[in-house]
């Protein structure tokens, strides 16, 4: 039963990640002003990527 709840939460980490990554420019033009969009969009584009690498992971080695 741990090990399901642990891999829906690798999941869902997975998956916010990718929504960070693809939809990065719709949530900065949301939150931040014109100057700061493509730094906050790469901010978080990166982000997105260690979510997903750190959710793929766990994932890969819940056993």
């Known amino acids: 039963m741990f090990q399901v709840i642990i891999k ?3 999941v869902l980490m997975i998956l916010a990640g990718v ?3 693809y939809d990065a420019r719709i949530i900065t033009k ?3 002003g014109f100057g700061d969009q493509n730094e906050a ?3 978080l584009k990166i982000l997105g990527f ?3 690498i ?3 992971l766990l994932f890969y080695f819940n056993k």
């Open 8 to 10: 829906l939460i690798a």
């Open 41 to 43: 969009t790469s901010g």
């Open 19 to 21: 929504i960070l990554i």
């Open 30 to 32: 949301k939150f931040f």
């Open 50 to 52: 260690f979510v997903v």
């Open 54 to 56: 750190i959710g793929g």
